[in-house]
């Protein structure tokens, strides 16, 4: 018997052997009235079952049932084959024990400024890949801090092919003569940089990894520019002209590093004429002529190799969560049982769903580096996970939905998925179909806008926006779903004459 919560004490039950029920007594001669049609009105607007609706409602009694009882099986599958649309770049090599081992190096297009500084121009001087890390070590790179390693940075001399995918082979796209710059790195060697938005009042800190590029590089692009502006004005015109560059790490083993941002930064001087005079000086600027943005081709080869314990718990059949290019996991829901349940129990009653969703315990798999598990978890209509991330698509809490990691607690929670269960009880006459019952559970990263009322005088708030949402490419992951100790609960209200 499912447990149900009294109408005036909302709060969490878990046994599923009792009920709680309130009566209400309801009359047309009182101004109890009010409260019927209250009711009556937010069932028709959280969308209820009419199933024979008794023609008196003068006496009544409402119940709020919660539903505990079923159960969420699972298989682990491999996941090695993303199309991850996103300005991230995993570069790096790490070998990290109960993890697995993990190669990650980048081709990526060049998205143009629209336009280039001309006007008193007198030379290009250098130019310099930049690339950028957070200042928050769990974020910007997994590994030691400290290890040797070095970057180098190519020039494809091939149109990358699209759509692309984590499985791509660069060879034959770039040539090891082709060298543009090399560096050593590390996030203990990055610069520090800061900028002040008047417009948040805060302070924002990054560091930056630089790679010197030749100054022909620059001054070819400068060249361009003058003699043909077109080409600046869409990438697809400017990759005919450069077709990206390849970013790999060329010796070192130990780490690998998150670059969030990543552009070509242009060094020239050229005469300024000073405010209010005459005169002019020869100043030092600088602008980025190119950035590598999610609206071009960007993509991490990745190579990922789990360490063994990771595979016997796979094939023993646990449920394992890896990324990037990891594993993911196969789930049958009991979306049919629930809608059964839910209709034999609201039988010649006028119900209304309140609440369907999924907690699922995770734990952390023992290894060297602290991998922990996926800051986000996709869980998609399996036969429409391809074409969620193909048509760069953000959940729609029917067919798709994310949850995010809950450190405190250990848990994922896929709390919005009452219209996964009202589209099929309304629009598929509460007959769920293979498509509705097997879902895929996948690491994905989610990127998110946050927007402020506040001013120096006084805080109003802040609303953050999901913008975007692809498979996880950005840090390791690694996590073991306990599916043998997850939680459905379904939350109905059921009124019924006395």
Not at 185 to 208: F, G
């Amino acid at each position: 018997m499912p447990t149900s919560i009294s109408t005036n004490r909302c709060k969490n039950i878990y046994s599923h052997t009792h009920v709680l029920t309130h009566t209400l007594h309801i009359s047309f001669m009182n101004k109890s009235i009010y409260l019927i049609l209250a009711l009556l009105m937010v069932a028709g607007l959280v969308s209820c079952t009419d199933e024979n609706i008794g023609p008196s409602i003068t006496d009544t009694r409402s119940t709020i049932y919660e539903d505990s009882s079923f159960t969420i099986t699972g298989t682990t599958v491999a996941n090695t084959r993303l199309q991850a649309r996103t300005s991230t770049q995993l570069v790096g090599k790490l070998h990290n024990p109960g993890y697995g081992t993990l190669t990650s190096d980048v081709v990526c297009q060049l998205m143009p400024s629209n336009t280039i500084d001309t006007t008193g121009v007198l030379s290009i001087d250098s130019c310099r890949l930049t690339l950028c890390i957070t200042t928050s070590n769990s974020s910007a790179f997994t590994g030691d801090s400290l290890a040797p390693m070095r970057m180098n940075v190519y020039a494809l001399n091939k149109q990358l092919p699209s759509p692309i995918y984590s499985d791509f082979d660069p060879t034959g796209y770039y040539s090891p003569g082709d060298l543009l710059g090399s560096t050593v790195y590390s996030p203990k060697s990055a610069e520090l940089q800061s900028s002040y938005s008047s417009s948040t009042y805060t302070t924002y800190y990054w560091k930056e990894v630089h790679v010197k590029l030749p100054q022909s590089f620059a001054q070819s692009m400068y060249e361009l520019y003058k003699s043909n502006r077109e080409a600046f004005s869409d990438p697809d015109k400017f990759a005919a002209h450069y077709p990206g560059l390849y970013i790999t790490n060329s010796y070192g083993n130990g780490r690998v590093m998150n670059y969030y941002a990543t552009d070509i930064d242009v060094y020239y001087h050229q005469h300024v004429q000073l405010t209010d005079s005459t005169d002019t000086v020869y100043a030092a600027q600088r602008q980025s002529y190119v950035a590598s943005t999610p609206e071009v081709v960007n993509n991490n080869n990745i190579k990922l190799e789990p360490d063994p314990k990771v595979k016997e718990m796979v094939a023993a059949g646990q449920a394992v969560v890896m990324g990037p290019a990891g594993y993911e996991v196969n789930v049958k829901f009991p979306i049919q049982e629930i809608i059964d349940k839910y209709r034999e129990n609201t039988r010649n009653s006028l119900s209304l769903i309140n609440t369907l969703e999924l907690t699922i315990p995770v734990e952390k798999i023992s290894n060297t580096y602290d991998v922990e598990p996926p800051a986000y978890l996709l869980m998609v209509k399996k036969g429409k996970k391809d074409a969620f991330f193909d048509g760069d698509s953000l959940t729609n809490d029917k067919d798709s939905f994310y949850a995010k990691y809950d450190k405190s607690t250990g848990t994922y929670v896929f709390s919005g998925m009452r219209k996964y269960l009202l589209n099929i009880i309304d629009n598929e006459n509460g007959v769920a179909s293979d498509d509705d019952i097997n879902l895929t559970i996948t690491p994905i990263d989610v990127s998110t806008y946050t927007t402020s009322n506040s001013s120096y005088y006084y805080y109003g708030g802040t609303k953050t926006t999901v913008t975007k949402i692809a498979p996880s490419v950005s840090q390791p992951c690694l996590g073991k779903l306990r599916l043998d100790k997850a939680k459905i609960k379904v939350v109905y209200t059921k009124q019924s004459a006395e």
